[in-house]
Structures are given as C-alpha cells and as structure tokens.
T-cell receptor, first 116, second 114 residues
Framework: DQQVKQNSPSLSVQEGRISILNCDYT??????FLWYKKYPAEGPTFLISISSIKDKNEDGRFTVFLNKSAKHLSLHIVPSQPGDSAVYFCAASAMYSGGGADGLTFGKGTHLIIQP | DTGVSQDPRHKITKRGQNVTFRCDPISEHNRLYWYRQTLGQGPEFLTYFQNEAQLEKSRLLSDRFSAERPKGSFSTLEIQRTEQGDSAMYLC????????????FGNGTRLTVT
C-alpha cells in the first residue's frame, strides 16, 4: 500500500506563474513532511520541511502547506523559474511519534516542467 | 562543501555475481541511510545506521543484501547473487543527530544486472 501519494505524474506551468504540487498521505502517525527536488543523474536535494504542529512553512519562493485533517500537503513555488524544472518528491516520517522506521517514506514524484 | 559521496556511479554486472557499493557520508553526520529507487518510483528505504549500529532494516532488504558501517564513518552495501530485479539506483543519505534534520543524499550508484 502506498502511504504517500503524488497523483500527478507531471505538471506543466508557465514561467513566472505559480506551481502547486500536491501530496496525500494515509498514515496518521506521520508528523514530519519534506519536499525534495531531483535533477536527472543526481540525488534528491532537500527543499523545505514542515512538522505537524504547523500548517505553513515558507522559504523564499517555496511554501509548504499542511492540512492534517485532510492528510494533504502542497508545495507552492512562486514565481516559477526555468531552473525549477525537475522531479519533486514528497516524503513523510513518524519522526516525533516514533511510530515508524526512521527512514522517510516517499511518493512517486511529480515531474514539473516550467515553460518559457 | 563535501557532500555525500557514492562509488561507483555506475555498475553493470551479470546475474549471479556479487557487487559492493561504498558511501562516504558528510563527516559530522552520524546517521546513514540506504535507499533504492526504480524507474517511476520514489526512493524506498532499505536500512539505517546510527554510528556503527544498524538500527533498522526494511523488509525489502532480503538476505542477499548486507550493509555495514564498521567504524561509524563510511558504509558498504553488498548484494550477493544478483538478480535482474536488483537493477535500480542505490542512494545513500546522511544526517546529523538532531531529530528534524533533513537527509542529504548522494548521487547514487546505478546498478544494471544483465
């Protein structure tokens, strides 16, 4: 069973507009969420995280929103730039509750394409 | 900035052969993780070390897989009697002790079993 779901395999957005990437999770023990960005032939690079005590975290052009009741989080990128074209992975952990392995559970990723 | 280093970057082997991969984490990080990623999937957790102790192993890690971190620094992942289904990208990641530190990933070793 897939505990972290990214239902959009790809997303195309015009340069300068907002990119919104979505992620749903099923495991109620998850309490720490991260977004990673991956370019071809490179490992994932950490972007931004949020713990379950917050509903929003912002870092420059990147904002993550968490809706615990809906078990849903989203990553907003504004404005979108050509260098943002990559695969974005949502990941989750039961970091604070200790209910799971210390490893992260990843979604399958969303390929974001920024069009000029 | 010396990030997580993995060697080799690519490995092609014949079915039934043994292979070993190496990971050098960021020097002050005492947590080390191995993940596997196949095409169209996200990384899947394999195992986790805190210093030299292997604290967690996924059910994905069959008995043909073994990982070590003998002195709490670098780590090796060995796959014995490789099968075609082992073809994947093997990613290593490290993090410091603090509870909410993100994982820092290396660029991976791509294994192809023919």
């Amino acid at each position: 069973d897939q505990q972290v779901k990214q239902n959009s395999p790809s997303l195309s957005v015009q340069e300068g507009r907002i990119s919104i990437l979505n992620c749903d999770y099923t495991n109620s023990m998850f309490d720490y969420f991260l977004w990673y960005k991956k370019y071809p032939a490179e490992g994932p690079t950490f972007l931004i995280s949020i713990s379950s005590i917050k509903d929003k975290n912002e870092d420059g052009r990147f904002t993550v929103f968490l809706n615990k009741s809906a078990k849903h989080l989203s990553l907003h990128i504004v404005p979108s730039q050509p260098g943002d074209s990559a695969v974005y992975f949502c990941a989750a952990s039961a970091m604070y509750s200790g209910g799971g392995a210390d490893g992260l559970t990843f979604g399958k990723g969303t390929h974001l394409i920024i069009q000029p | 900035d010396t990030g997580v280093s993995q060697d080799p970057r690519h490995k092609i082997t014949k079915r039934g052969q043994n292979v070993t991969f190496r990971c050098d984490p960021i020097s002050e990080h005492n947590r080390l993780y191995w993940y596997r990623q196949t095409l169209g999937q996200g990384p899947e957790f394999l195992t986790y070390f805190q210093n030299e102790a292997q604290l967690e192993k996924s059910r994905l890690l069959s008995d043909r897989f073994s990982a070590e971190r003998p002195k709490g620094s670098f780590s090796t992942l060995e796959i014995q009697r490789t099968e075609q289904g082992d073809s994947a990208m093997y990613l290593c990641a490290s993090s410091p002790w603090t509870i909410d530190s993100p994982l820092h990933f290396g660029n991976g070793t791509r294994l192809t079993v023919t």
